[in-house]
C-alpha cells in the first residue's frame, strides 16, 4: 500500500506568518490528493481536492501544489482561526490513506 | 440542507460489536459513495472502507477485513458500519463520509462522529 507521510508533525507560526506542510507519497498519485483542516474537538474539513483546487467556501490564503509524489499546503497569511490539525489524503485508489497530521499552533 | 447524520453515541464490552448508522439527506443518495473513518482518542484519521449505496458494493481496508461490514437502505438513505469482535483499541469516533460524486473521491460532506467506547 502507497503510504502518506507528513512533515513537520507540529508547527508553531506567528499570525501572518506563511506557513508550509508538506505531504509525501511512497508512490506516485498523480493529482489524487487532498487536504482536511480539522479543528479541535470538530469533524474534518475539506480545504483543497486534486492537489490544488481550492473547496468552495475556503479562504483565498490556503493554497495547494504538487503532482506524483510530493505536495504542499500553504497558507499565505496564518490567521487565529487556522490553529488546527492538518491532514493530506490520497484517492486515487483503496487504500485512501491519510498522512499522519501536522498540527498547527499559534506562536 | 444537505447532512449525514449519525448515530448516537455507544458504549460496548470487549468482544462485541457495534452497528453505526449514517443516514443521508439533501441529496440523491445513489450517486455519491460513502466512506468510513475512525479516529481514536487524540489519533489520526483512519480509513475503513466504502460502499457505492447503488449497487451495495464494499471494499474494505485489510486492517478490518473480516470484522467490519458496510450495508446500506437505499429506502432509508442510510448506510451502517458493523465492526465485531471489538476490542478497547477500537474506542474511537467513527465518521461517515462522503463522496461528492462517484467520479470525485475525496471526501466533501462528513457526519458528526459516533463515539464507540470499548470498556469492560
Known sequence: DIQMTQSPSSLSASVGDRVTITCRATQGISNYLAWYQQKPGKVPKVLIYAASTLQSGVPSRFSGSGSGTDFTLTISSLQPEDVATYYCQKYNSVPYTFGQGTKLEIK | ?120
Open chain 2, 1 to 120: 440542507q444537505v447532512q449525514l447524520v449519525q448515530s448516537g453515541a455507544e458504549v460496548k464490552k470487549p468482544g462485541a460489536s457495534v452497528k453505526v448508522s449514517c443516514k443521508a439527506s439533501g441529496y440523491t443518495f445513489t450517486r455519491c459513495y460513502m466512506h468510513w473513518v475512525r479516529q481514536a482518542p487524540g489519533q489520526g484519521l483512519e480509513w475503513m472502507g466504502i460502499i457505492n449505496p447503488s449497487s451495495g458494493s464494499t471494499t474494505y481496508a485489510q486492517k478490518f477485513q473480516g470484522r467490519v461490514t458496510m450495508s446500506r437502505d437505499t429506502s432509508t438513505s442510510t448506510v451502517y458500519m458493523e465492526l465485531s469482535s471489538l476490542r478497547s483499541e477500537d474506542t474511537a469516533v467513527y465518521y461517515c463520509a462522503r463522496t461528492p460524486s462517484t467520479s470525485d473521491w475525496y471526501f466533501d460532506l462528513w457526519g458528526r462522529g459516533t463515539l464507540v467506547t470499548v470498556s469492560s
